[in-house]
């Protein structure tokens, strides 16, 4: 296993997009084209409706281990401007798509969702509301600080239309706390999982992080025997990433030296995913664990599991648009992303534009490999067809895969891939041998955090 670690763990994406964000072809691409697929796929997909996610990049203070788009500040004055430029940048979407949408799925990420007033989350929702339908089987769920998600909040949001909530924990030692400025008690974390319970909420996720700084096996394990005790039903178990060059995020406050390297940190993960079996959890995809009572747990029994920029989910949409600052939509022909900063997205929006700053149009091989990826990322095995198999490119990509089988990590038959579970650990690396715009040009400095 050891040699397997020194030999994949190499920096790669995580495929939340096809092509990833450093290879998006931005000279090619504009708003109208990007308007286009939005119109496109809603007059082809209508009846099943779309994703919406939103962005609220306020947090009070900045945890070091996160490498989100956000604003740390104190002001919550700041609320009700920013929900109403996002009401604003909504009602442009609804206007291109000349009716009210069936709303499937929306996610509240940040940031800090809860940073927000139970009262400004209830005109937010209420406003989405007004100009969109909610599905009968519709997914609500957003993302919740131990700290200071309160239970009016959690009543709240429940009240319009919230069945699930994630709460992000990270790590139950101090020390690692200390480092990575995240400090909450674990009674913090069952007050609201408790709470969320008694509500009503159908689901509820707990986020936990290995190869954190100063982590120890028995941190991990620790902290793996606590969430146990609350029984979760969802567990999104990440690997930590190290992305210090990224502008906006505090990975700085801490050295190289002090992160788990790759063989401790594979040992971490290994040790944690057995635990979470024993316990009655099944592997979903990558770094998702669930019970057999979750909806995405049955998705991917059922095969429908998808995978978007909001991560793992049971409900797929062709069209995903995503609100707020930095947010990135997918028309599923194209992909947008908005401005990063506060004032510009608040000034283009009141303005009636939309606040896109670049995006991609995918072509025929994109939308190929990004089926394939996809396919790879939550069924661990894709099909292709005489076409793709006979083609120049898919030539390159078993060229690619060939030493990966040597290993043990796929199987390759006449017309599908599948991933062994020797192999399932090294997902990101199998997904970068079907990256043909990674191949070509191989980046000059670093992009992406290490896949192990």
């Known amino acids: 296993m050891c040699h397997l670690i020194q030999k994949y763990n190499v920096p790669g994406p995580r495929y939340t997009s096809y092509p990833t964000v450093p290879y998006w072809d931005l000279e090619s691409f504009s708003g109208k084209l990007w308007k286009a697929t939005v119109t496109r796929v809603y007059q082809e997909n209508q009846d099943e409706g779309i994703s919406l996610y939103i962005h609220l990049p306020f947090c009070e203070s900045m945890c070091t281990f996160c490498g989100c788009h956000k604003r740390i500040t ?36 940040g940031g800090t969702p809860t940073f927000f007033s139970p009262e400004n989350l209830t005109t937010l929702i209420s406003g989405i509301l007004r100009k969109g339908k909610q599905a009968e089987d519709a997914e609500f769920s957003f993302e919740g600080h131990p700290n200071n998600t309160t239970k009016a909040h959690l009543q709240a949001l429940f009240n319009v239309g919230f069945k699930r909530v994630c709460f992000g924990v990270q790590d139950y030692n101090e020390t690692v706390q200390k480092a990575i400025n995240r400090i909450q008690p674990f009674e913090h974390v069952k007050r609201v999982t408790d709470w969320a319970r008694e509500i009503g909420y159908t689901s509820v996720g707990h986020d936990i992080i290995y190869g954190l700084p100063f982590q120890t096996l028995e941190n991990v394990e620790q902290t793996v025997l606590m969430t146990q005790e609350l029984k979760p039903d969802r567990i999104a178990f990440y690997s930590y990433a190290h992305v210090p060059w990224m502008k906006g995020n505090g990975q700085r406050g801490y050295r190289d030296e002090d992160l788990p390297n790759a063989s401790e940190k594979r040992a971490q993960y290994e040790m944690g995913k057995k635990m979470l079996t024993d316990f009655g959890y099944s592997d979903v995809g990558m770094d998702h664990f669930a019970l057999p009572t979750d909806k995405l747990y049955k998705a991917m029994v059922g095969g429908y599991l998808h995978r978007n920029f909001m991560g793992y989910t049971p409900s797929k949409t062709n069209l995903m648009i995503g ?14 992303q908005n401005v990063k900063s506060l004032e510009e997205y608040q ?19 994109d939308e190929t490999i990004r089926r394939h990826i996809l396919n790879l990322m939550c069924q661990y095995e894709t099909d292709f067809n005489q076409v793709e198999n006979d083609s120049e490119a898919f030539n390159q990509i078993k060229l690619n895969l060939t030493e990966m089988e040597r290993d043990g990590l796929v199987t390759l038959e006449s017309n599908k891939i599948m991933v062994t579970t020797k192999g399932r650990p090294y997902i990101r690396n199998i997904c970068m041998a079907f990256d043909l715009k990674l191949h070509r040009k191989k980046p000059e400095t670093r992009l992406f955090s290490m896949t192990v």
């Open 74 to 109: 104190k002001r919550h004055d700041l609320e009700l401007p920013y929900i109403q430029a996002v009401l604003k940048e909504w009602e442009l979407y609804v206007n291109l798509l000349g009716d009210k949408p069936k709303i499937k799925e929306l996610h509240l990420g």
């Open 323 to 336: 609100l707020g600052v930095s947010s990135i939509s997918d028309s599923w022909y194209g992909f947008a």
């Open 347 to 365: 000034n283009l929006t009141s303005h009636g534009l939309l606040p896109i700053f670049r995006g991609h149009i995918l072509n025929t091989e």
